[in-house]
């Protein structure tokens, strides 16, 4: 019997153990001083660095309290945290494709 139960011990420990180990990917976290420059053709807050550099955005996280839609923030300075999110793309029965798509996000931004 004590066999037995140290068999199932060890055999739960190690099905949970699977369960729980799938890769998480690592967040990091980017920072950039730049202008907010509207909306762009994409429908993408677009903010234009003070190197030069480009960046759209297609979602803001909830902790963000600017307002983007608002016109007085347009060619405004701000510093903008953000990182890349990846999501699983759905069909139209809304079925996992298996496809997976990167997308930028606000995460905090900062009038300067």
């Known amino acids: ?10 055999s739960f420990l190690t099905i949970s153990t699977c369960a729980y180990s799938q890769k998480i990917e690592p967040v990091t976290e980017n920072i950039f001083i730049g202008t907010y420059n509207g909306l762009n053709k ?4 677009e903010f234009i660095a003070d190197n030069g550099n480009i960046y759209a955005f297609q979602e803001i996280g909830d902790d963000v309290k600017v307002d983007l839609y608002e016109e007085e923030n347009y060619a405004q300075k701000f510093q903008v945290t953000w990182i890349i999110q990846r999501i699983e793309i ?8 298996g496809e997976v798509q990167d997308y930028n996000m606000i995460v905090s931004l900062n009038a300067l």
Do not use: I, Q, R, Y
């Open 1 to 10: 019997m004590k066999p037995f139960f140290s068999l199932f011990c060890f």
């Open 42 to 45: 994409n429908v993408e807050f």
């Open 90 to 97: 759905l069909d139209e029965e809304g079925e996992l494709t």
